[in-house]
DNA sequence: CCGGATCCACTAGGATACTG
DNA sequence: CAGTATCCTAGTGGATCCGG
C-alpha cells in the first residue's frame, strides 16, 4: 500500500494494516496459529498471490512470525491489534442484522466475535457447542476447544449463538445446561452495540 | 470496495469503513464538522473524485450527514467508531517512534490523538498551545478551543506534544504552567501503548 | 498435498483538467 | 467552491501451473 505521509497514529497503523485483507488475517491468527492452506480455505476470495504478499508484509512488520512447523503466528505486537478488531466487531454487529443472506461462514469467527461481544467480567466457565464446533469462555477469554468443568454449557447452530451474542435473538433460542446464571451474565453485551442510526448535531 | 462476503463482525465493518482514505475522513470529522474542500486539505494526496465518492457512500451509509450549510457532520453511529479509531492510534504509536520525517502534520490531529493517548479519568480542565493551534482537555475527551478558567496550561510545539503523549519525550520537554499534578496525571498514557516488538509463541 | 509463482483480465486509485 | 470527467497506473481477483 501506498502510505499515507501523515504524522497520525491512525494513518500510521493504516499504512501497515489498511490494505484489503490484512486485517482479516489478523483475525484468523488470533483464533489460533495457522497454515497457509488454512487461512486461504478460511478467506474465501483470495488471490494467493495476493495472501503470500500480506503475509511477507505482516512478517516484515514484525506482526506475524512463521514458525519452524510451517504455521504462522501472531507476535506480541501483532496480537495487540486485538482491541482494535474488537471495537471494529462491535462496531460492525450493526451491520450483522440484515443477516447471514448468502455469505460464507466460519464457526470459527466465533471466537473472535464472542471474545469482542460478550461481557469481560464474567467467572467460571462456559463450554459453547457450536454445530460441530466446541469453544468454551473463562474469564471473559474465547478459546477453541472443550473445558474440564464447565458451569453452564450451551448448543446451538453457530448462526444463533452469534445472534444471541449480536442482541439480535433472545438467550432463550439456544439450549442451555447447567448454571444459567453464568449464561445471562455472559450474554449481557458490551457496550457500542446495536443503538439504532440517528442523525445528531454538532 | 468489493464486500468480503463474510458474515463476521470484523468483515462487514470493513465493508464499510475498510476502503482506503475512508477512515481518516471519519477521523477528520471526529474532530470536527468540515466542508468538502476543508476535509481535502487536511488529506493531502486523496483524489477528488475519490473524496467525492467516499462522502457518497458514508452519507448513503448514514456515517455522516450533509448539513444545510454544506459541512459535513458524523451520525451518532459514524461517531461510534471513535473507540475503533482511538484503538488504532494507540497501535499506531508504536510506529510514531520512527519520527516525523517528511510526513505531513497538521496540528488539528493532535486532538484525535490526545483523545486517544491521554489518560481519560483527568479531573479538572488542562488547556494545550501547540503552536498556534488552541486546544483543551476536561474529563478526558479533547475539544478544539481555548478553555474558561484552565488548571493548568502546556506550551510547546504540536510535534512535541505529541512525542510526549506518545511517551517517546519526557514532560519536561514542555512549557507548563499551573496545576502540573494535573499534567503528570493527564499524560499518564494508557495501556496498549509503547511496548517493544516481542516475538513469542502460541 | 502444501506453498506458493506466473499470467492475464479487471477494477480501484492517483493525477490533472475542466465545469456548473 | 464543490465537485465531474478523463486518462493512466497500480493493485486485485481468478485460473492455472510448478517445485518439493
Same mark, same amino acid.
Given at each position: ?14 499504512? !501497515?494494516? $489498511? ?17 497457509? %492452506? +488454512? ?30 512447523? $510451517? ?6 505486537? $501483532?496480537?495487540?491489534?486485538? $482491541?482494535?478488531? !474488537? ?9 450483522? %442484522? ?9 464457526? +470459527? ?19 459453547? !457447542? ?5 469453544? !468454551?469462555?473463562? =474469564? ?31 438467550? %432463550? ?5 447447567? =448454571? ?20 445528531? =448535531?454538532?
Amino acid at each position: 500500500m501506498k502510505t499515507y505521509g501523515q504524522f497520525c497514529g491512525l494513518a500510521r497503523a493504516l499504512d !501497515h494494516v $489498511g490494505d484489503r485483507w490484512t486485517l482479516l488475517i489478523v483475525r484468523e491468527l488470533l483464533i489460533e496459529a495457522r497454515r497457509y %492452506s +488454512q487461512i486461504r480455505e478460511a478467506l474465501p476470495g483470495v488471490a494467493t498471490n495476493l495472501l503470500a504478499d500480506r503475509l511477507r508484509s505482516l512478517e516484515a512488520d514484525g506482526l506475524i512470525w512463521k514458525r519452524p512447523d $510451517g504455521t504462522y503466528c501472531l507476535t506480541a505486537f $501483532g496480537r495487540r491489534l486485538e $482491541g482494535a478488531i !474488537h471495537e471494529l466487531v462491535r462496531w460492525g454487529a450493526e451491520w450483522m %442484522s440484515a443477516g447471514r443472506g448468502s455469505d460464507h461462514f466460519r464457526p +470459527q469467527w466465533l471466537a473472535v466475535a464472542l471474545g469482542a461481544l460478550l461481557a469481560a467480567e464474567t467467572v467460571g466457565g462456559v463450554e459453547i !457447542h457450536a454445530d460441530d464446533e466446541v469453544l !468454551h469462555v473463562t =474469564d471473559g477469554r474465547v478459546s477453541l476447544g472443550p473445558l474440564e468443568r464447565p458451569d453452564a454449557v450451551i448448543r446451538g447452530s453457530a448462526e444463533d449463538i452469534l445472534a444471541v451474542a449480536a442482541g439480535m435473538l433472545p438467550i %432463550s433460542a439456544l439450549s442451555v445446561r447447567g =448454571d444459567s446464571n453464568a449464561v445471562t451474565q455472559l450474554m449481557r453485551r458490551r457496550d457500542n452495540v446495536g443503538s439504532t442510526t440517528t442523525f445528531s =448535531d454538532t
